[in-house]
């Protein structure tokens, strides 16, 4: 079945620092790929997504690039803040937006705290 | 973005009573919400997908008869879960999907619901 494998935290970086959260998957097919970020006390939020091999999401400076040849979908950021303290989700999907498989399967969460 | 609210955010039981968790699109209309559910440093595992007017469809190995789902408006999900035991002490969070406007199509999650059963 599909699986999402990120990297295990935490992470604790100093502001400006550059940041990296390793993310591979397992799908048949060609999924579309996400990072989630949830803030504290706040419910997930969607931070980038690329649909298709080689295609690269980028968000608030955060970037991830789809490289299906490694299957991965590496998160980066050249110079973090302390505001981007938070757990980080890498997530896969199967199925197009408009059909009626909207299933995600997550990674299991990367906690990044930034330091001033 | 689009607005998703759960109530409660904390709750705690008693074993063997029920509980019930709702899951509110405060400004938009989901077509489809979906439970999951997250144990301590584990990822979040989809429960069921429910859509307005129907019966939830249940994932592998989730008991429907243990989590009551009723989806009886397109801005309002529950999650009931029956006779709780200690082992179904989580985090339970939903997610809309919005069914028209700026956002259609798109996901939003809630803040979460930590249950907590004695």
């Known amino acids: 079945g599909d699986s999402v494998t990120q990297m295990e935290g935490p992470v604790t970086l100093s502001e400006e620092a550059f940041l990296t959260i390793n993310c591979t998957y397992t799908a048949t097919g060609y999924p579309s790929l996400f990072w989630y970020v949830q803030y504290p006390g706040e419910g997930l939020q969607l931070l980038l997504k690329a649909t298709k091999a080689d295609d690269k999401g980028s968000n608030k400076g955060f970037e991830a690039t789809y490289r299906k040849e490694t299957t991965s979908f590496h998160l980066e950021k050249g110079s973090v803040q302390v505001s981007d303290s938070a757990v980080y989700f890498c997530?896969?999907?199967?199925?197009?937006?408009?059909?009626?498989?909207?299933?995600?399967?997550f990674g299991k969460g990367t906690l990044l705290t930034v330091n001033p | 973005g689009a607005v998703v609210s759960q109530h409660p955010s904390w709750v705690i039981c008693k074993s063997g009573t029920s509980v019930k968790i709702e899951c509110r699109s405060l400004d938009f209309q989901a077509t489809t919400m979906f439970w999951y559910r997250q144990f301590p440093k584990q990822s979040l595992m989809l429960m069921a997908t429910?859509?307005?007017?129907?019966?939830?469809?249940?994932e592998q190995g989730v008991e429907k008869d243990k989590f009551l789902i009723n989806h009886a408006s397109l801005t309002l999900s529950t999650l009931t879960v029956t006779s709780a035991h200690p082992e179904d002490s989580s985090f339970y969070i939903c997610s809309a999907r919005v069914k028209a406007g700026v956002y259609t199509g798109e996901l939003f999650f809630g803040e979460g619901s930590r249950l907590t059963v004695l």
């Open positions: 429910s859509n307005e007017g129907s019966k939830a469809t249940y």
């Open positions: 997530a896969l999907r199967r199925g197009n937006s408009g059909g009626s498989n909207y299933k995600l399967t």
